[in-house]
C-alpha cells in the first residue's frame, strides 16, 4: 500500500532519523511513502483565529494533492499531523473558511472540501499492519527495557478532531513498545505539554516542564523515553537537568527492533 507522504520541514533537518527510519520501516512491513511534491511547510503550529485563512492554505495545498493522487495523507511529526488534520476538519466543516481558502486556490485551479483522510503513521502500525504482524517483523525485541512513552499535546489534542487514541488515557505508544518486545513505563506526564512554544516569551517554563516530564519518567523507572515530536525531542533534550533519560523517535526504535538500524559502537562519535 502507498500513501501520499508529508514529511515536514524538520524531517529534512534537524530530525533527519524520524524520516529515514520510517522510510526504511515501511518497506520492510510492506507499505510506502511517497512524498508530496512541491509540499510547503504547513506552519508548525494550527492558528487559533477564527477569521485566518491564509496561514493554512499550505496545508490545504497538500491535503488536496493526496486526493489528486488518490492516496490518504501520512504524516510523521506530531505538529505536522496536528496542523493537518485540523485544517482538513476546517474546510469540510466550516463553509465560510471553504469559500475563502478555494477563493485563494482556485487561482491555481486547486478546489479542495476536505475529501483527504489524514493519518499519522502509528496509526498505520495499529489499524492497518496490526500490532501483531509488528510483532512477527521483530528481530531485535527490545526484552528487558523499560519505555516511557511521551506524548505531548499535539498529538492527541484535540480529542474529538484529532481522534487519533483517547487524549487522557492513550495506549498506542505503549502498544507499540509491546509489540516490540519492550515493556512501556505509565506515568503521569506522558500527555503533558513540555511547554516548548512558551520558550520565547519564557525559558523557564519549558525547563521547569522538562525537567518534570523526565523526572517523573525516572522516578518510575524508564530507562529512554520515545516520541514523534521533534519540538518535544528538541525540549526535552536541551532542559535535561540532571536526568539520565535519552528522548529518541519511535521510527528509531522501530528500525532498531526490524534490524534496519546500525547501532553505534562503543566510542563512536
Not at 232 to 247: A, F, I, Q
Amino acid at each position: 500500500m502507498t500513501y501520499s507522504y508529508f514529511p515536514g520541514c524538520t524531517l529534512k533537518n534537524k530530525a533527519v532519523d524520524l524520516d529515514i527510519c520510517a522510510r526504511k520501516s515501511a518497506q520492510a512491513l510492506g507499505f510506502s511513502l511517497e512524498e508530496i511534491a512541491e509540499w510547503q511547510c504547513c506552519g508548525g503550529e494550527y492558528p487559533m483565529a477564527e477569521d485566518e485563512v491564509a496561514s493554512k492554505l499550505s496545508s490545504v495545498r497538500a491535503l488536496a494533492a493526496a486526493r489528486d493522487s488518490g492516496k490518504d495523507l501520512i504524516t510523521l511529526c506530531s505538529a505536522c499531523y496536528n496542523v493537518l488534520k485540523q485544517a482538513n476538519n476546517d474546510i469540510a466543516t466550516d463553509g465560510d473558511f471553504a469559500l475563502k481558502a478555494n477563493n485563494y486556490l482556485k487561482q491555481d485551479g486547486i478546489e479542495y472540501h476536505g475529501e483527504t483522510k489524514v493519518v499519522h503513521y502509528l496509526e498505520v502500525l495499529r489499524d492497518v499492519v496490526g500490532w501483531d504482524n509488528l510483532k512477527k517483523a521483530v528481530k531485535n525485541p527490545l526484552t528487558g527495557k523499560k519505555i516511557g512513552a511521551y506524548y505531548g499535546c499535539l498529538l492527541l489534542r484535540p480529542g474529538k478532531v484529532l481522534q487519533l487514541d483517547d487524549p487522557e488515557n492513550p495506549k498506542i505508544l505503549e502498544d507499540f513498545i509491546k509489540a516490540l518486545g519492550g515493556t512501556p513505563v505509565i506515568y503521569a506526564q506522558r500527555n503533558e505539554c513540555c511547554g516548548a512554544y512558551t520558550m520565547f516569551e519564557d525559558k523557564s517554563i519549558p525547563e521547569r516542564r522538562a525537567q518534570k516530564i523526565l523526572s517523573n519518567a525516572e522516578d518510575f523507572g524508564a530507562d529512554f523515553l520515545v516520541t514523534s515530536c521533534p519540538l518535544c525531542r528538541y525540549n526535552l533534550e536541551k532542559n535535561k537537568g540532571g536526568s539520565k533519560l535519552d528522548v529518541i523517535y519511535f521510527t528509531e526504535l522501530l528500525a532498531s527492533a526490524l534490524g534496519l538500524k546500525e547501532e553505534k559502537k562503543e566510542g563512536a562519535a
